[in-house]
């Protein structure tokens, strides 16, 4: 049922931006899940890792997301530490065509460096008026 509620993957994740997205080569942020995966069971740190990996493709394109879409085809993300603590840190940027096919490149990392390397082919759109 549709009780008036913003489901979005991108309202589900708490966002704490550490530099301007649309003048920087490389964005950079913060962000912990505000939902369970599973309702009711405490997420594990790599189930955290992976709910705000998907944030990458969008992030670092110096592209307005209010109005431009960035659907990621494929996810890879490489995992070479269990990350500690609730934020997980995003570093990423962004390559693309005119025709919007691209890659996204990054970092994933908590309070004490990286934990894991991350990349995204993507379709960059821009997005139908109302």
């Known amino acids: 049922p549709d009780d008036g509620t ?21 964005a950079e942020c913060w962000a912990t899940p505000l939902v369970d ?3 009711g069971e405490a997420m594990t740190p790599v189930q955290r890792l992976f709910a705000v990996a998907d944030i990458a493709n969008g992030m670092g394109s110096r592209l307005d997301p ?12 490489h995992i070479h530490r269990v990350p500690e603590g609730q934020w997980v840190g995003v570093r990423s940027e962004n390559h693309y065509g005119a025709d ?5 490149r990054g970092t994933l990392f908590d309070e004490s460096g990286p934990v894991a390397s991350i990349q995204q082919a993507q379709l960059v759109r821009r997005r139908a008026l109302p």
């Not at 993957?9 to 490389?26: C, F, G, M």
């Not at 919007?100 to 996204?104: A, D, I, L, Q």
């Open 6 to 26: 913003d489901r979005t993957y991108i309202q589900s994740l708490d966002w704490r931006w550490l530099n301007d997205i649309l003048n920087s080569v490389q």
């Open 37 to 39: 995966l599973v309702a």
């Open 66 to 77: 209010s109005e431009f879409t960035f659907l990621n085809t494929d996810l890879a993300v």
């Open 100 to 104: 919007g096919v691209g890659v996204s």
